[in-house]
């Protein structure tokens, strides 16, 4: 298992723009398939983007396709998630995650560590 740690979340007035970042430490990081989980106030955790061991794939909610970017860098142990033109409903914790599965990416129960969390707060 690989530790998750989250950070960049924030305040941002609709429009705006946030770099979410997570750190991963372990020998094994460039192994897992990363992921980002979103749980608004009220809501379950839903799927929000994924990124291969390598980069070279990823899958994102249709809620934010063609806002959201995730990318990574295995030397530095770092999965990003680039959010631009947020708007109010993007509102949540966002959450990392790390698995080992190659599909499936959408689904909360095939991931296996799980960071704490950042808050991203977008005012209208």
């Known amino acids: 298992q690989v530790q998750l740690v989250e950070s960049g979340g924030g305040l941002v007035q609709a429009g705006g723009s946030l770099r979410l970042s997570c750190a991963a430490s372990g020998r094994t990081f460039r192994s897992y398939a990363m992921g980002w989980f979103r749980q608004g106030p009220g809501k379950e955790r839903e799927f929000v983007a994924a990124i291969s061991w390598s980069g070279g794939a990823s899958s994102y909610a249709d809620s934010v396709k063609g806002r959201f970017t995730i990318s990574r860098d295995n030397a530095k142990k770092l999965v990003y998630l680039q959010m631009n033109s947020l708007k109010p409903e993007d509102t949540a914790v966002y959450y990392c995650?790390?698995?080992?599965?190659?599909?499936?990416?959408?689904?909360?129960?095939?991931?296996?560590?799980w960071g704490q969390g950042t808050q991203v707060t977008v005012s209208s």
């Open positions: 995650a790390s698995t080992t599965y190659g599909s499936r990416w959408y689904s909360p129960g095939v991931y296996d560590s």
